[in-house]
């Protein structure tokens, strides 16, 4: 009886302390309170460029929280397709016009019928190399990637 309190005892006193790895999921850190602000993904430019593309590769950690802003200047529609990257993320938040969009779900992908911006909030899970388009602006080299490593 005695070794079995004196085990409770240890027991409460190790959670009370911090706790052993086992405790660590529930005390674990909030990835997306430390997440870093990746570069601007930019399509076209306000010089009437529609198809120039700044910032066309962005690697990424894997299990690293990141804000990315998708920002469409130019005159086109701008339908941005990453489809494997979105579903090799999870999403905290998309932002539009500081409205916010949480879901359990990845987008299939992100449409501009005028210039403005979409902001992702993710911690990238899977590494890989995620290719991404804007779907009928291919040709005029509307595409890049998203590493993961």
């Avoid at 590769?57 to 494997?84: C, D, M, N, P």
């Avoid at 905290?92 to 359990?104: A, D, F, R």
Wanted: no cysteine; aromatic share 10%; proline share 5%.
């Amino acid at each position: 009886m005695k070794r079995t309190m004196r085990r409770t005892a240890l027991a409460l006193a190790a959670i009370l302390a911090g706790g052993p790895a086992w405790i660590a999921p529930a005390q674990a850190l909030d990835l997306t309170k430390k997440r870093q602000n990746l570069p601007d993904l930019v399509l076209g430019n306000e010089e009437g460029n529609d198809f120039v593309v700044e910032n066309k590769e962005i690697e990424l950690e894997s299990g690293k929280a990141y804000r990315l802003r998708i920002v469409a200047k130019g005159r086109q529609e701008y339908k941005f397709y990453a489809t494997e990257f979105f579903r090799n993320i999870w999403f905290n938040q998309i932002v539009i016009q500081h409205l916010e969009i949480h879901g359990s779900g990845p987008p299939d992908h992100f449409e501009f019928d005028d210039p403005g911006e979409i902001a992702i909030e993710f911690v990238a899970i899977r590494p890989g190399e995620y290719p991404w388009s804007v779907h009928g602006l291919e040709s005029k080299g509307m595409t890049g990637k998203f590493t993961v490593k």
